[in-house]
């Protein structure tokens, strides 16, 4: 699978590299308090640790507008696409190695599915924060990984009971995250919304 680079113009679709963002104080911060497994991935919403850095507020102005924001991480290792998500609300992701993220825009679903077929890999280098717009579809980076993630407060948290009325209804997976799965994986089998048929795309080798 072609890997791009972030500062490639295929990447207009998807983010924007964020300029005047010091990353060096996260990076060291989250080292210090994010685990990184061997085999699968953790993923906390919220860190206190990091959400006390001076940093939190320049996020919060510069790239959120004043919106309350939440900075937490995702770490670990993973090779596959396994499901697709989205959130109302662009987020920020940076980590101290690099990392490829899988992504595919929201308009790229038909009829209530999308194929693998239409996600693009994308390298981040070392300590470069990208935004992910609202309209891009992601999951779990790939490679070997501790990544901070910055998103609109409460994201991620626990799912709320709602009655579902539409079809998007069903993909709400957690609080302001709607969810597209892989039939090969953990979330199909817990109940997340099977809506990505194709491949499920592995880079195993190619990162």
């Avoid at 490829?100 to 070392?126: C, G, H, T």
Wanted: hydrophobic share 40%; aromatic share 10%.
């Amino acid at each position: 699978m072609k890997i791009y680079d972030v500062y490639s113009e295929e990447f207009r679709d998807y983010g924007k590299v964020v300029e005047g963002l010091d990353t060096s104080a996260l990076l060291e911060k989250l080292d210090s308090v994010s685990p990184c497994p061997e085999d699968g991935t953790v993923y906390v919403p919220s860190s206190a640790e990091l959400e006390a850095l001076p940093v939190y507020s320049w996020l919060s102005d510069h790239v959120y507008g004043g919106m309350p924001i939440q900075i937490g991480y995702c770490s670990g290792t993973n090779t596959k696409l396994n499901c697709l998500e989205y959130h109302r609300g662009s987020e920020v992701n940076v980590a101290s190695g690099s990392f490829v993220l899988l992504l595919a825009r929201v308009q790229d679903i038909r009829d209530e599915k999308i194929d693998s077929s239409a996600v693009k890999a994308f390298r981040v280098p070392a300590g470069v924060p990208v935004i992910v717009y609202e309209t891009t579809l992601h999951y779990a980076p790939c490679g070997v990984f501790k990544c901070l993630v910055v998103l609109p407060k409460g994201t991620n948290e626990a799912k709320p009971e709602i009655k579902a009325e539409t079809w998007e209804d069903g993909l709400l997976f957690a609080a302001n995250k709607w969810l597209l799965a892989h039939p090969d994986t953990s979330e199909a089998a817990s109940g997340a919304y099977v809506g990505i048929t194709g491949r499920n795309i592995d880079l195993k080798g190619e990162i």
